[in-house]
């Protein structure tokens, strides 16, 4: 793919929704994080059903430690992995206060130190709650990228690297969210929605649904 589709694809993905934002529900980069570790291996609206009952009262380092791992447990078990994200987010939690201030760290390094939180989760953060024009690649973004050919590539890293080499910095900080949602409701797995994308005529996949 020339870079001339690929900016034409992201100005219009920008024209059709100037200011993506997460579907994940927070008010601070610390709901943010825990929202994020949560939503491994599960849906955004599954992870909103569960953080509503207890953000309000426990949505920060020091609230959601003293909840304790098994309490905190009975509030997320309706999301894969419950038991050991609980664990994660109170020893991330233990860290935060100890080592942090009770503050979300805003590098890299010692986001990814945090137990559970991995190089995608790292890469929300820094962008969503930061402001950092980080690419983070879950399944929806690298299976638009291969299908269209803005970036492909055979593992989540090599998406990560092709993207950050190929997306025009003025697209750089919302192309996450763009191809997020693009994937989750227009290029879906099982049979992509290509008459009604609005980069239909730029992608380049050969095998085009025709309704």
């Not at 001339?4 to 694809?9: G, L």
């Not at 009262?57 to 959601?64: K, L």
């Not at 050991?84 to 080592?99: E, H, M, R």
């Not at 024009?133 to 593992?155: E, K, L, Q, Y």
């Amino acid at each position: 793919m020339n870079p001339q589709k690929r900016r034409e694809i992201f100005a219009r993905f920008q024209a059709v929704n100037p200011e993506p934002k997460t579907e994940l529900e927070y008010e601070t980069p610390f709901q943010l994080l825990i929202a994020v570790l949560l939503s491994a291996q599960a849906t955004d609206k599954s992870v909103n059903l569960a953080t509503r009952k207890f953000f309000p009262q426990h949505g920060t380092p020091q609230t959601m430690y003293a909840l304790g791992e098994a309490t905190l447990a009975t509030y997320i078990k309706t999301i894969g992995l419950y038991k050991t994200k609980a664990k994660n987010v109170i020893a991330t939690c233990d860290i935060l206060i100890n080592q942090h201030g009770g503050t979300v760290p805003q590098t890299r390094e010692a986001l990814e130190a945090l137990p559970g939180v991995g190089r995608k989760t790292a890469s929300v953060v820094l962008n969503t709650a930061f402001g950092q024009s980080t690419i983070a690649v879950d399944t929806h973004i690298f299976r638009v990228s291969n299908r269209t050919r803005i970036a492909p590539g055979r593992d989540v890293l090599a998406v990560e690297r092709g993207l950050e080499k190929f997306v025009a910095p003025e697209f750089r900080l919302n192309a996450h969210h763009w191809l997020i949602l693009h994937g989750r409701y227009v290029c879906v797995a099982r049979t992509p929605k290509c008459p009604q994308c609005a980069i239909s005529d730029l992608c380049e996949f050969r095998d085009k649904t025709l309704s």
